[in-house]
């Protein structure tokens, strides 16, 4: 795990480089927010961030972050950015406070059943798997990210807040950016379809934010280049 003062400078570089995509496209940079993704590394990254400033924490695993979260300041949140298992929802309800991996309606009902058990209003995004690699989760097309949030808008315990996805592994940019541009269309569609806002794209990594921020994303998800190799 590296120092905190070594985090701090990978932070001030990834900061530098979401102004500079922010301003390469016209947009305030505060419309991207920066999820720091603390998942395989100790606890001492999120508390890393949370020392930083930074809201929240992402994890994959849903049992990893059910052992970080105790030890973490009450306030720090945590996100949910892997795949969920049916048997993990009652413990993943208890654990995040975003869930961004909903990809289907058997699952949406799930949280919200056991979120409505909790009291709580749990808002999730939608994944979708907008560049159709058969190795990612998600919907891959319109059609079924439309019914799927059309029935997830009238589960009484969700609040649907947008989309997710997660491109294809490439070196050529122009997959991740072909993906990143799907999904704000399918975003911008649904949510004019649908007569409602869903301002949330979670989109983007260490290597392709860039990609991301210019698409229209409002939430990179940022490991490697805060925290180091894994």
Known sequence: MISYEAFVENYQRVRERMASACQS?????????????????PF?????????????AGENRVQEAAQKKPLAPANLRWELIGHLQSNKVKQAVETFDRIQTVDSLELAKRIDRLAGESGRLMPVL???NAGADPAKFGLADFSALRELAEETVQLPNLRLEGL??????????????????????????????MGRPLPELSMGMSGDLEIAIAAGSTLVRVGSALFGAR
């Open 44 to 56: 001492d990254a999120a508390e890393f961030a949370y020392r930083a400033g930074l809201a929240a």
């Open 126 to 128: 939608i994944q979708a």
């Open 164 to 193: 997710m996805t997660i491109p294809a592994l490439d070196e050529n940019p122009e997959v991740a950016r072909k993906a990143f541009d799907t999904l704000r269309e399918w975003r911008d569609r649904l949510a004019e379809e």
């Open 25 to 41: 496209c016209g947009r305030a940079e505060e419309s991207v927010k920066l999820l720091p993704v603390t998942k395989t590394h």
